[in-house]
């Protein structure tokens, strides 16, 4: 089956492949390849909430054991992920000023 990194995978794939012409108005480089490195990050990090969490797949539902898993999950994850993007734009400042 698809999992959630496969699938973030294939849309940073076309997503890639849809600015090679660089024509008009594509977007900073340096922009567009920050933004691919976060989507597959936070890709990542859901697939790998999927995969820590959800354990049953005879049933059609999530229990509620696991959808609380998946909502601690991605809560501690994403502030994690603001943070490291937080951090990293701060960097870029940095760098730029030399």
Not at 9 to 22: A, I, T, V
Not at 34 to 58: E, H, R, W, Y
Not at 61 to 87: D, H, I, P, V, Y
């Amino acid at each position: 089956g698809i999992n959630a990194e496969d699938m973030g995978n294939k849309y940073l794939l076309e997503k890639e492949m849809s600015f090679g012409g660089m024509g008009g108005g594509a977007p900073n480089m340096q922009d567009e390849f920050t933004q691919m490195a976060s989507m597959k990050m936070m890709f990542s990090v859901i697939g790998g909430c999927f995969k820590d969490c959800v354990n049953n797949f005879s049933a059609d539902q999530l229990s509620a054991q696991e959808k609380t898993c998946l909502a601690n999950c991605t809560k501690r994850s994403g502030a994690a992920f603001e943070s490291m993007s937080r951090l990293q734009g701060q960097l870029e400042k940095r760098a730029g000023q030399f």
